[in-house]
């Protein structure tokens, strides 16, 4: 499912990256622990999140998920509760392939 984040998406990388620069602009270069380059993308648009959706099936047909993986469910999940929330989908790629993805959201929240 979606996660909100602040610094989290940082955290997530340098579990799976061991260099990361700053992920929320743009696309960015990082190397990987078995020492291939690969760049991260965010997709912060419905429609860019939309156009994933035949790549994001494809990755999951090589995957063991859950049906909250699938791209049908989150993109339902976004339709009804993605009002108020930033999409921050960050695309793992490794040359031209995307290996990964890693649905998030940014919320501001107010706590008083």
Known sequence: MFVSIHREIENLMKDFYTTV?????????VSSKV?????I???????????L????????AKSECSVFQTFEWLHTWW?????????HCILFKC??????????????VKIF
Request: aromatic residues 8%; glycine residues 12%; negative net charge.
């Open 35 to 39: 020492g291939t380059r690969c760049d």
């Open 79 to 87: 339709k009804y509760f993605g009002d108020g929330r930033q999409l």
């Open 21 to 29: 620069t700053d992920a929320m602009v743009g696309t960015n270069h």
């Open 41 to 51: 993308a965010i997709v912060r648009s419905s429609a860019g999140f939309e156009a």
């Open 53 to 60: 959706e035949q790549t994001w099936n494809d990755l999951l």
């Open 95 to 108: 040359g031209s392939k995307i290996v990964g993805i890693a649905p998030l959201f940014q919320e501001v």
